[in-house]
C-alpha cells in the first residue's frame, strides 16, 4: 500500500489546526502593508522614505510603525508556517499510506507555475516562485529532529546575511562610474527615473509588461541566489522545528508564550530601531542602508514574527468568536487572498485602473490597507460557508491530485 497516492479530503472543522489558521490569516493581511507600497508609490519608497518625498510628521511615524512591526515579520511567519505545512501534509500522507515525496514535489510544482504566472501577469514581487523553489530544496530535510532543524535554519539565516552585507563591502571595488550608477538606481533615483517609472504605471497593461518582466526576472535569479535562498530556507527548517515542538499549534504554556511576546517583541523592535537609526543619519541617502545597516533589521524580522506568534498563539487559546473565525477563513485561503491582493491592488493603483499611483501617502495608503482587510475577512467566511476550499486551493488540489475535486460543501463525505 506505502507509495500510493492518496485523496486528501480537507479536515473537518474540529480537525484543523486553528491556531495556524488564525496565524496564516494574520499573515497574509499583514503583507499587504508592506505589498502595497510598490503598486502605490515607486518601488524604493518599499524601504527608503526618501524617494516618497515624505513631508508629513503622520507619515514618517507611518513608516516607522510599519518597519518596526511588520517588514520582514509577516513574510517570516508566512515562510515558518510553509515549513509547518510541509511536515504536516506529509505525515498525513504517510499515514494514509501515501507517496509523501511524490505528493510534495507535485505540489511544489503546480505551486510554481501559479508564481510565474502570478510574477509575470500580475505582480513581479511574487514571493511564491521563490517558496516552490525553496520548498523542493528544503524537503528531505523535513524527518530530521526539530533541534537539528532549527540548528541548521539559524546557520542558513546567519549565512544570508554574511553574505548580503560582504556584498555591500565588495562594492567599494568597482569602478566609481558603475558605483554612481548602481546606487542611483538602488537608493536614489533621480527626478527622470522616477517619472520614467511613473510613466510605466499610469501606462497601459502591455505598457506595463517590459517593467514587469525586467523585476521578476531579477528578484528570481540575482537576489533569488544572493538573498532570498537562504533566508526563505532558513526560515521553513525553523517553522519546522516549531511546529514539532508544537509552538505553532498553541500547544506551549502561556509562559513560553508570553517570553517569546516580550523578548522577541523588545529585540526584534530594538534590532530594526538599529537599523533606522543608521539610515536617518546617513540621510537615506547611502548604499549602506541595503547592505551594512540592513543586517539588524534582517534579524530583527525573524526575532519580531516570532513575538507575533507568540501573541496569536495566546489569542488563540483564549478568545472565540466571529472575528477569530474570519482570520481563520481568511488564512484558510491564503493562496486566493494573496493573489487577490495584487489583483485589487493593480486595480487601484495602476493606469488601466483607478490611476491612484503616487496620489496616496504612507499613512493614506490605510484607507485601501483596510477596505481590503474587510472585504477579505468578510469574502473568505462567506465563501467557506458554501464551499470546501478557496478558488485557488480548489485548483491547486485538484491539479495535484490529478482529479477534479468537490467543491461545494453539501458533496463533502
Not at 509575470?120 to 523542493?136: E, H, K, P, Q, R
Not at 517593467?211 to 528570481?220: K, V
Request: hydrophobic share 55%.
Amino acid at each position: 500500500m506505502a507509495g500510493k497516492d492518496v485523496s486528501l479530503k480537507p479536515l473537518p472543522g474540529q480537525e484543523r489546526i486553528l491556531a495556524i489558521d488564525v496565524l496564516r490569516g494574520v499573515a497574509v493581511l499583514g503583507i499587504l502593508v508592506l505589498n502595497i507600497r510598490t503598486f502605490a508609490q515607486p518601488g524604493l519608497s518599499y524601504f527608503n522614505p526618501s524617494v516618497a518625498g515624505v513631508e508629513s510628521s503622520i507619515d514618517t511615524w507611518v513608516f516607522w510603525i510599519v518597519q518596526l512591526l511588520g517588514e520582514q515579520k509577516f513574510m517570516s511567519i508566512f515562510s515558518m508556517l510553509f515549513g509547518a505545512g510541509v511536515v504536516l501534509m506529509a505525515e498525513r500522507v504517510l499515514a494514509k499510506g501515501g507517496a509523501a515525496k511524490g505528493m510534495h514535489y507535485r505540489r511544489m510544482g503546480w505551486l510554481l507555475l501559479i508564481g510565474l504566472v502570478h510574477a509575470y501577469f500580475i505582480w513581479w514581487g511574487d514571493i511564491l516562485v521563490s517558496y516552490a523553489l525553496c520548498g523542493m530544496i528544503i524537503y528531505p530535510l523535513w524527518r530530521l529532529a526539530p533541534g537539528k532543524q532549527a540548528v541548521l535554519g539559524a546557520v542558513l539565516l546567519c549565512l544570508g546575511a554574511a553574505l548580503w552585507v560582504g556584498m555591500g563591502w565588495s562594492m567599494q571595488f568597482m569602478p566609481a562610474d558603475e558605483f554612481a550608477a548602481l546606487k542611483q538606481k538602488l537608493i536614489v533615483p533621480t527626478a527622470a527615473m522616477l517619472q520614467d517609472e511613473a510613466d510605466i504605471m499610469l501606462g497601459s497593461y502591455l505598457d506595463q509588461l517590459p517593467h514587469r518582466i525586467g523585476e521578476a526576472i531579477g528578484a528570481q535569479t540575482f537576489l533569488f541566489l544572493a538573498y532570498t535562498l537562504w533566508r526563505v530556507c532558513g526560515l521553513m527548517l525553523l517553522g519546522m522545528a516549531l511546529f514539532k515542538w508544537g509552538v505553532l499549534s498553541a500547544r506551549r504554556s502561556a509562559g513560553f508564550y508570553c517570553t517569546l511576546i516580550v523578548l522577541g517583541g523588545a529585540a526584534g523592535i530594538a534590532l530594526t530601531s538599529w537599523t533606522l537609526q543608521a539610515n536617518e543619519a546617513q540621510e537615506w541617502g547611502s548604499m549602506d542602508i541595503m547592505f551594512s545597516n540592513a543586517w539588524p533589521a534582517y534579524l530583527g524580522g525573524v526575532v519580531t514574527a516570532l513575538a507575533w506568534i507568540g501573541l496569536i498563539m495566546m489569542v488563540s487559546r483564549s478568545a472565540s468568536g466571529p472575528l477569530v473565525r474570519m482570520f481563520a477563513a481568511t488564512g484558510r485561503m491564503a493562496l486566493t487572498n494573496y493573489i487577490m491582493q495584487s489583483v485589487l491592488c493593480s486595480i487601484v493603483f495602476y493606469g488601466w485602473g483607478l490611476g491612484l499611483y503616487g496620489l496616496l501617502s504612507y499613512a493614506e495608503q490605510f484607507i485601501v490597507i483596510g477596505s481590503i482587510w474587510v472585504v477579505q475577512l468578510i469574502w473568505s467566511t462567506w465563501w467557506l460557508g458554501r464551499y470546501r476550499f478557496g478558488p485557488l486551493e480548489w485548483a491547486w488540489r485538484s491539479l495535484v491530485l490529478k482529479q477534479r475535486q468537490p467543491m461545494a460543501r453539501e458533496l463533502a463525505s
